[in-house]
């Protein structure tokens, strides 16, 4: 249990080298397709959900700019500022989801191998 709680301290951005697994009772090709996942998620930004967000946010302003003016090209300097700070406010808050849910995935999966790998060393530890 002492690698999950060094790794949930690292934060994403600090793992350098990328995660392997070795684990007693685990096959080559398990603990293979446990590290392509494992470093999927410590590798995951955001970036992904903050563009997928953002656009929603210029498709959501161009379409209210539109049903309220008539044409987003009517609209007065103040409304493109605002519909700017939906779209950067939808990007932060899409990249926050983003990371959030990396971590998650990479904590749901050290959990899944930090409980296959307690019964192995407790049954080795007794």
Known sequence: MAFYGG??????RDAIAPLAVRLPGVSP???????L??????QECGCNAGSQF????????????????GSPFRADLLEILSACAVVFVAAIVGKLVG??????????ELRVL???AEP???AGGE
């Not at 790794?7 to 994403?12: A, E, F, H, T, V």
């Not at 996942?37 to 410590?42: D, E, F, I, K, S």
């Not at 959501?60 to 700019?65: F, G, K, Q, S, T």
């Not at 959030?100 to 995935?105: I, K, L, S, T, V």
């Open 7 to 12: 790794l949930s301290r690292l934060g994403l």
């Open 29 to 35: 090709s398990e603990a293979l397709r446990a590290e």
């Open 37 to 42: 996942r494992l470093n999927q998620a410590a």
């Open 54 to 69: 953002m656009t929603a946010g210029v498709v959501l302003c161009v379409a209210y700019l539109w049903t309220t003016l």
């Open 99 to 108: 990371l959030a849910q990396g971590r998650r995935r990479l904590l749901r």
């Open 114 to 116: 930090a409980a296959r």
């Open 120 to 122: 192995a060393g407790a």
